[in-house]
């Protein structure tokens, strides 16, 4: 199991994590949880009535920060569709992905390493969703701050140990494979 998710005996699914792994995940999901922010709607602060957020407006305009905007694409090709989609939908996004976020940071919090060092983490199919969002937005994220391209000859892959880009390619690499092997478990 060391390195990659497999189904768990109760369902789910399971990996074994040393104590560097579990610490790069959680400073990861920790900084993906900062980038996204509160998401404050489009009026400033958050509103103190329940029924006033129900109907809270969100930003209208893309985010300047790239990664974010690929967190939170345009869904339209026309500015006034997206705009109005984004207004509408982009405060619960965000919600989801913090709510995805920090429960990847408390399963990794609630894990007792062993003498090794290392444990194993065993999710239920809801957390591993969770997960597999986590996942996928810290890729998102890092391959956007890495400028990854669909070229198969990237020179990413090749980078010299000296390059300060190497340690961020290895951990976007790193979580392709943990992504790839949590959807493998996960499939009926």
């Known amino acids: 199991m ?3 998710f497999q189904t ?5 699914a399971a990996v074994a994590l040393d104590e ?4 790069i995940l959680r400073s990861l999901a920790v900084q993906l949880l900062e980038l996204i922010g509160p998401g404050e709607p489009a009026g400033g602060a958050a509103p103190a009535d329940p029924l006033a957020e129900l109907f809270a407006e969100g930003p209208t305009r893309p985010p300047q920060d790239p990664a974010l905007a690929r967190l939170f694409p345009d869904a339209y090709e026309e500015e006034a569709d997206s705009s109005d989609f984004r207004r509408y939908t982009e405060i619960d996004l965000r919600a989801r992905k913090r709510d995805d976020a920090l429960a990847v ?3 990794l919090d609630a894990l007792t390493p062993g003498g090794d060092g290392g444990a194993v983490l065993t999710l239920d199919t809801a957390q591993a969703r ?3 969002g986590t996942l996928n937005d810290l890729r ?3 391959g956007t701050r890495l400028e990854v391209s669909d070229d198969e000859g990237s020179e ?5 140990d000296s390059d300060p880009r190497k340690p961020l390619v290895m951990a976007y690499l790193w979580l392709g494979a943990l992504q790839e092997s949590l959807v493998e478990t996960l499939m009926p």
Do not use: D, F
């Open 130 to 132: 969770q997960w597999l």
């Open 156 to 160: 990413l892959y090749r980078l010299p």
């Open 8 to 12: 768990a005996a109760a369902g789910g």
């Open 20 to 23: 560097v792994e579990i610490s």
């Open 105 to 107: 940071v408390r399963s």
């Open 2 to 4: 060391p390195g990659y």
């Open 140 to 142: 998102l994220t890092m």
